[in-house]
């Protein structure tokens, strides 16, 4: 099982994340932007934005290793590969 941890950098209208998955004596590290808008879209500001990132970790390491999740991203992006992410993600959160 992965641990997941995050650390957020708050900006006018996005967050950067920079997130750590550790599995083992391994980890990956990740920055990941998201915007205010997808955030508030995504979550209707009812959970906190690392809350939304690190679900969107953990539905990401169901279908993928670690190694394989892109290194900097916009937390979009994820959706362009799996495309029913959003709806999943809203289910979870």
């Known amino acids: 099982m992965a641990t997941i941890t995050i650390q957020t950098i708050e900006y006018d209208d996005h967050y950067i994340c920079n997130v750590t998955v550790r ?7 990740h920055r990941v932007t998201l915007k205010k808008a997808d955030y508030k879209r995504l979550t209707h500001t009812k ?7 690190k679900a969107s970790f953990e539905f990401l390491l169901e279908r993928e290793p670690k190694e394989s999740i892109l290194r900097s991203f916009d937390l979009t992006v994820i959706g362009r590969y799996f495309p029913k992410y959003a ?7």
């Open 47 to 53: 959970v906190p934005p690392e809350t939304l990132v």
């Open 87 to 93: 709806q999943e993600i809203v289910k979870r959160l």
């Open 23 to 29: 599995e083992g004596y391994s980890s990956t590290q």
